[in-house]
């Protein structure tokens, strides 16, 4: 494993007021596999040139979303703040086409899913390349890392 990685991601729960199996079911994919295999290189120089691997906390506060990069000792090394207008369209959209998903696994053809797999694909994929533009200059990360990440932070905005 690189060392720009992250090592351990945790997400405020709570941010987080109600998730069904399937959203958690999402997010424990997300995490297992963020963790088995991601790339996470922050462009600032840390104290004694820390290069990771790098533990990551998520939460959203007023509207924002927060990333505390911490190294292997829970050492805040960095906090980063986005904000999220640009992210609610995608994660609006994300959110209903995995409602549909989830609905058709239960009961439309196999057809049906594809279709909608698809669709759910193309958005996870525009949210993950909009996810890195906005860390442009700040942390370098490959596709499948802002996917995952992009999964995660959806899981945050999870309110009813």
């Known amino acids: 494993m690189s060392k720009h990685c992250i090592a351990k991601v945790k997400l405020d729960e709570s941010t987080i007021l109600w998730r ?11 995490i297992f596999d963020l963790i088995e295999d991601n790339n996470f290189e922050p462009l ?4 004694n ?3 990771g691997p790098y533990h990551l906390q998520l939460s959203v506060q007023e509207g924002r979303l927060i990333w505390d990069i911490k190294d292997e000792n829970d050492t805040l090394l960095e906090t980063l703040i986005f904000g999220l207008a640009r992210f609610r369209r995608p994660i609006k959209d994300y959110f209903a086409i995995c409602d549909s998903y989830y609905q058709a696994i239960r009961k439309s053809t196999a057809t049906e899913i594809e ?5 759910r694909r193309g958005i996870h994929n525009e949210a993950a390349e909009l996810l890195i533009e906005r860390l442009e200059g700040k942390i370098n990360v490959d596709f499948a890392t802002a ?3 992009f999964t995660l932070i959806c899981v945050l905005h999870i309110k009813s």
């Open 20 to 30: 069904n199996a399937d959203i958690e079911q999402e997010r424990r994919i997300a």
């Open 44 to 47: 600032k120089p840390y104290p």
């Open 49 to 51: 040139n820390y290069k």
């Open 115 to 119: 279709t909608i797999d698809m669709a």
């Open 147 to 149: 996917r995952r990440l």
